[in-house]
């Protein structure tokens, strides 16, 4: 049985001439892509700084200054702490009744923050859990 | 159209949430007692205070008026009167009772 693909005893062999050009060819890819990879893995320099100013190394246990406060928790963490200063100017002005004992100025900031924040959560469960 | 509104003692509140209520108050009399040798009726009937104060900051004026919240902050603080006028008065005995 005959085949009629083509071999390669088929093709006519190269004259020399060709094929030192071949090889030559050969060779200068094989350079050329050499000092191709050896110019892209070169060692990296010292980490450069990021845009924000923050070191690209990473401190053990520190988030990078982009993560560490969002502009939307800094406004929620300004509005707590308004909305406690509020709470606690109003109870010392005395407009909802005295206060009858004086207490230290921590306590008071703890007091109102956690009068604050327990207020809204308790408003929020009475909306979803009011009954009918 | 909207209903009119209920007044605010009238509205049924879970019993989850008047236990929450009234462990908010406790936490709040906490802060505030920290590190003192404060009296703790006094100290609650300072937190109640407190936490009307902050219900007025976060509530606007007509839902305040409507408030259940307030509602039994009211009703809290007129047991804590009562608790510490008996209080008072048992601790001083009045000047013109002969003893």
């Known amino acids: ?132 | 159209m909207r209903a009119p509104a209920r007044p605010a003692s009238d509205i049924p509140l879970s019993p989850e949430l008047v236990s929450r209520f009234r462990a908010l108050i406790e936490e709040v009399t906490d802060a505030l007692m920290q590190g003192r040798d404060f009296d703790r009726a006094t100290c609650r009937a300072d937190a109640i205070t407190m936490l009307i104060a902050a219900s007025s900051q976060i509530e606007g004026p007509k839902e305040l008026a409507e408030s259940p919240l307030m509602y039994l902050l009211q009703e809290e603080r007129q047991k804590s009167a009562a608790l510490l006028s008996k209080a008072g008065s048992a601790a001083e005995p009045l000047g013109f009772v002969k003893v």
């Open chain 1, 1 to 132: 049985m005959s085949s009629k693909g083509i071999s390669r005893r088929d093709t006519p062999p190269l004259p020399p001439a060709s094929i030192a050009a071949e090889q030559r060819a050969e060779a200068a890819t094989t350079r050329s892509t050499k000092a191709n990879f050896m110019q892209r893995s070169e060692l990296p320099g010292p980490p450069r700084p990021l845009a924000d100013g923050a070191s690209p190394v990473r401190q053990h246990g520190t988030l990078p200054a982009s993560r560490r406060a969002t502009p939307a928790a800094a406004d929620t963490a300004s509005a707590s702490l308004q909305l406690q200063r509020k709470v606690t100017d109003a109870f010392l002005s005395g407009a909802h009744g005295e206060p009858l004992l004086p207490h230290a100025e921590s306590n008071l900031d703890e007091a109102s923050r956690k009068a604050a924040i327990g207020y809204i959560a308790l408003k929020a469960l009475m909306g979803s859990t009011r009954l009918p």
